[in-house]
């Protein structure tokens, strides 16, 4: 072998080396960015950041139409107390005055009577 073919072959493998470097270098900067702890960790970043954003945003709509925020609040709340309201109006209706008696005299430990408890449901 002659002294030029040699140097190819030298700058060859310095070249595959240099190469072979870089793509263990990329290959470490993968593993890192998908490592399930960055992955999380940008998550909750960027939920948090969204939050921010929207709770900013809720304020700024509030401020704009508070009537609004107050009326979809309690509609919310009717929402919520939907099946307490209903029972309520629907003994108010009949008639049924207060069915909540402690003091029943069938009952000796004082609790209400089964009929009262099975219309709760």
Do not use: C
């Not at 029972?87 to 005055?97: I, K, P």
């Amino acid at each position: 072998m002659t002294d030029a073919h040699q140097v190819r072959i030298a700058q060859a493998r310095g070249n595959a080396d240099a190469a072979k470097a870089r793509l263990m270098g990329t290959v470490d900067e993968a593993k890192a960015r998908l490592a399930p702890k960055t992955l999380a960790g940008h998550a909750v970043q960027a939920a948090k950041d969204k939050s921010i954003v929207v709770a900013d945003d809720t304020v700024t709509a509030v401020k704009d139409k508070p009537m609004m925020a107050a009326g979809l609040a309690g509609a919310t709340a009717l929402f919520f107390a939907r099946r307490p309201l209903f029972r309520g109006l629907a003994r108010w209706w009949r008639g049924d005055g207060d069915t909540y008696d402690t003091y029943d005299t069938h009952e000796t430990s004082g609790r209400r009577s089964r009929a009262f408890a099975e219309e709760d449901r």
